[in-house]
């Protein structure tokens, strides 16, 4: 029988981390190290306390039945707390805060609910998949705008993008601290932003999951920080880099009510919501961690930030220090650069014993580029670089170009 797919489906290319990661299997077969700087997965756990609460709970029978999609009374509560006192923002957490199961699956929700064919969404390039692909997957189209050069010249290029399409763009998707880039913003930039979307009616989505994840006294502001702000967006937090819960797929929509219960809508169709337990251990966190811990998990990256870069520079890489997120966005090395970001991955994956993500994955815009994420300790992320030395010393870019392109 002839399995026919749907048109959404087949609009979708090949992931091109399958590559890397079935080469990393199976050289994880053949007994051999690997060093995985490639996904963001952090590698700490969550904080004591939350894994104690939740542990307790989950002895609860009453608990362990369907949640519901919205998420607990109790956590919408906490997170319009929590903004209050870290933003001094205000949230009815009735009407302007829903749980997701994660930032990427609240935004791919969203998407089907404020997108059909003919809407289009301006994203800058190169981004984290799921922003270009939610919004493809929804039946709308995608408008790239290059965050090259961006301190001078983003806004404007933006605004001019916008100004020469027709129809004109229903969403902006924003992500800063962004990823794979981890380029950053002040409070100003979003003033720019929100008079703009309220003067063109534009919706605007902010996908702020590296919230807390900053460097050397830099903090990222809140696109809810902003007067007006709620008139026209929403912004994505996460507990997963802030409170290290990647695996426990929790999140929140926040902002404008009536696109908040856009989503509300939607995910009452879709899922019964996250287990009752996890989100008793997420009201533990912003309740009782909500300083502690993430000053705790950036001040890890921000050692194995200063051990990466600083390898990297010693080894003749240009390298640059980023002010936030859990990653390094670096251009590859000049003498290699002809290879491309997917060619050379696959070279260091396999002569050096060292993952890391091709910027072409996040869009043509990234090509030239690597994402290296902090997640190994830094006596790993010091082994990485002596053999990242090791295998570009005695590789020619000729060598690597006729073993890879086969």
């Avoid at 289009?120 to 692909?133: D, G, K, Q, Y």
């Avoid at 039946?139 to 404007?156: A, W």
């Avoid at 300790?377 to 002596?386: F, S, T």
Wanted: glycine letters at 6%; aromatic letters at 12%.
């Amino acid at each position: 029988m002839e399995i026919k797919f749907s048109e959404r489906l087949l609009r979708l290319p090949p992931y091109i981390f399958a590559q890397l990661n079935a080469m990393k299997l199976e050289l994880r077969r053949q007994g051999k190290d690997v060093i995985d700087l490639g996904m963001g997965n952090p590698d700490k756990s969550a904080p004591s306390e939350v894994i104690d609460k939740t542990r307790e709970v989950m002895n609860d029978p009453k608990i362990h039945g369907y949640s519901t999609s919205k998420g607990i009374t109790q956590l919408l509560r906490e997170v319009s707390k929590f903004y209050k006192k870290k933003y001094d923002v205000k949230l009815d957490p009735d009407n302007e805060i829903v749980a997701t199961i994660g930032s990427k699956e609240g935004i791919s929700h969203l998407s089907l609910a404020l997108l059909g064919p003919g809407d289009s969404t301006l994203v800058p390039s190169p981004s984290f998949p799921i922003h270009i692909w939610s919004v493809i997957i929804a039946g709308g189209n995608v408008i790239t705008v290059s965050l090259d050069n961006f301190q001078e010249n983003f806004i404007d290029r933006l605004f001019h993008t916008y100004e020469i399409l027709w129809p004109k763009p229903k969403l902006l998707l924003l992500n800063f601290p962004h990823n794979p880039t981890t380029q950053t913003v002040d409070i100003d930039f979003y003033k720019e932003i929100v008079k703009f979307a309220i003067k063109h009616e534009i919706i605007l989505i902010n996908d702020f999951a590296y919230s807390d994840i900053t460097f050397d006294g830099y903090r990222a502001p809140s696109l809810m920080e902003v007067k007006d702000a709620k008139k026209v967006g929403v912004e994505f937090m996460s507990m997963s880099k802030s409170f290290s819960m990647a695996g426990w797929r929790i999140g929140f929509c926040l902002g404008n009510y009536r696109i908040v219960k856009a989503l509300e809508k939607i995910k009452g169709y879709y899922d019964y919501g996250i287990f009752t337990a996890l989100q008793v251990g997420a009201i533990m966190a912003l309740r009782h961690q909500w300083e502690s811990a993430p000053k705790y998990y950036a001040s890890i990256y921000q050692s194995r930030r200063d051990v990466l870069v600083d390898g990297l520079n010693k080894i003749g890489w240009n390298v640059e220090k980023p002010k936030a997120t859990m990653f390094v966005w670096t251009p590859i090395p000049d003498k290699f650069k002809s290879l491309g970001s997917l060619m050379f991955s696959r070279f260091l994956l396999k002569k050096a014993g060292v993952c890391v993500s091709p910027g072409i994955s996040f869009g043509d815009e990234g090509e030239g580029y690597l994402r290296i994420s902090l997640v190994e300790n830094e006596k790993r992320i010091q082994q990485a670089i002596r053999e990242i030395k090791k295998a570009t010393n005695e590789f020619t870019p000729e060598d690597i170009q006729k073993e890879f392109s086969k």
